[in-house]
């Protein structure tokens, strides 16, 4: 999954995010320079108010070197500021004239509009968050979760000015946190606290950031990064000055908050039981996969596509003369099979993720038999530092626009027995390439202005990622390795479990429990490894119905346009159709294959 440095952009930039194409090369009608301007406008906005984005995209320089000392502002007056922004771009937005744009400019007005509109809604109807989480705090949400993670890998340090700008964010993220426990006041005051378990979780996530500074990454990072540039200054001691004087009691505030949450949290998941829940989920429902599916609907694909998943598996398991039990069952045991294990040693673990930078490698040399558009940014796979694998899931991180740091693919190697060999080729087709990395290097690459190349739905972006795991076995990679194509249906079992599940928990009302079973009953994941995954449905409302949802779709349009343009389909032109012109809702997704299969046709 994409980390830390998209995902939050698109709380606040996302709207803003699509900007013109090749029409800015043109003589551009009036209309279309308004339009410009206001994306412009709009994006510059959201960078003023994410110094967290600015420095993932390696802006934090120049005019904006003063955002490498701040984190933005999340107090209740900010959060209530940029809903009036929202509203007042939408109004903005809504003067264009809609019928004087075509080609490019009128599909990015459309995203733009469909974001906007989105966000107005939720910000007009719920007084509490319609972003990421309703929960402001959570055992995945929160300052607490997302700044040591990016001050150690995005807050670059090259000079002692980066150095002090680290320390500065340090005491940023106290003042941060602080501001936390006010807007989750707030929301205890409508009845929005998260269930009980995510409180628990939270609190013990808590308890391990709450280290002594000589423990402490938050210290460590700084102070490591500087003595290994040579830079002059007692930085360990600086950073733990302010971690032990300010980042310690704020941390201390917030867990003295969830602690008192405690009598407050009942342990149903859904949130239905929230103020408006009903109306809330399908929102959010719809902002996630950016489709017009009820719930209903979205439920049954999962059942469906859950069906065909399990054919398929059963005929792999056969060939591996794997023939007894569930499917699900048969899972369980091929993950105990020690065969397909590495040894749990840094050894070990540095041959496995060798191993996986083969099976890349071998991915590029057969990209431009199916894509005419290639990425120049290069993919690293790294494992994920022992000091915070325990807390961090694999997932990918974007190159920087210039293409000077390249896209990593993070692996948690904690223990070699969560990652056997016949379930990581999919992965990585997932993360790397022909997935999150591919789509990610494209859109920068494309002819696009810079709002239009960092900004993202999730719909778009993991349906792809997904789709590419399906296109690695029409690619030819799982063909000696029924045991990779295995790989391949259990992490589909996951996405379509996902629908079933997100759906039950907060529209049927399903338990914790009852949710986790139904998951391990569909993926044969253990039912530790369910529930961890049900815990972050339950507190990220729809999101996990984007992956399946989107793939499905792609899917749908793939068939679509061979359908239409019969042997004149090549699928490296449907490829680039999809790719080049950058993320977008699915919806407006439809029109752009529509239109590319009139052109094809012309």
Known sequence: MNHFDRRSFLATAGAAAL????????????????????????????????????????????????????????????????????????????KIDRKALTGMAAVDYDCVIYNLEAADEGNRRFAYPTGNSPYVLSQISGAYQQIPDFLDSQHTIATKADCEAYVARLSEFARLMDQEVERVRHDVGL???????????????????????????LVSSVADRAKAKG????????????????????????????????????????????????AYYALALRIRTTTTMSPAEVHRLGLDVTEDLNARANVLFKKLGMTQGSVAERYRALFKDPKYLYPNTDEGKAKEVADLNALVQDMQARLPAYFGALPKTPLEIRRIPPATEQGASTHYTSG???????????????????????????????????????????????????????????AYGEGWAVYSEQLAQEMGFYKDHPEWELGYIHDALLRSGRLVTDTGLHVL????????????????????????????????????????????TILRLREKTKAALGPRF?????????????????????????????AQKA
């Open 231 to 278: 830079i002059d200054g007692d930085w360990r001691g600086e950073a733990t000055k302010v971690y032990e004087q300010q980042v310690l009691p704020a941390l201390d505030r917030q867990m003295a908050l969830m602690e008192g949450l405690k009598g407050r949290a009942t342990h149903e998941a859904g949130v239905w039981r929230l103020p408006d829940g009903a």
């Open 19 to 94: 900007a013109g194409t090749a029409h800015a090369q043109q003589s551009a009608s009036g209309v279309e320079v308004e339009l410009n301007k206001a994306f412009d406008d709009i994006f510059d906005q959201n960078l003023d108010h994410s110094p967290e984005q600015v420095s993932s995209l390696g802006l934090d320089k120049g005019a904006r070197a003063a955002a490498k000392s701040k984190l933005h502002d999340g107090s209740l007056a900010a959060v209530e500021q940029r809903k009036q922004e929202t509203a007042a771009n939408l109004a903005r937005l809504r």
């Open 191 to 217: 009845g929005v606290v998260p269930p009980d378990f995510c409180i628990a979780s939270a609190l013990s996530q808590m308890k391990t950031l709450h280290a002594p500074a000589d423990r402490s990454t």
């Open 509 to 552: 009302k399903w338990s914790r429990e009852r949710a986790s079973q139904a998951l391990a009953d569909i993926d044969g994941d253990p039912i530790t490894l369910a529930q961890q995954e049900i815990e972050r449905y339950c507190v990220t409302p729809g999101q996990a119905c984007s992956y399946m949802v989107g793939k499905v």
């Open 400 to 458: 920087s626009l210039d293409g000077t740091r390249p896209g990593i693919y993070w692996l948690n190697l904690r223990d070699t027995a969560e990652a056997p060999f016949w379930d990581m080729p999919t992965t990585t087709f997932h993360e790397g390439i022909p997935g999150h990395h591919l789509q990610n290097t494209l859109q920068r690459q494309a002819d696009l202005p810079l709002i239009r190349k960092v900004g993202g739905f999730g």
């Open 570 to 598: 090549d699928i490296r032109q449907f490829h680039d159709a999809v790719l080049l012109s950058g993320s977008m809702p699915l919806t407006v997704l439809e029109g752009r294959v529509d239109a590319f299969i009139a």
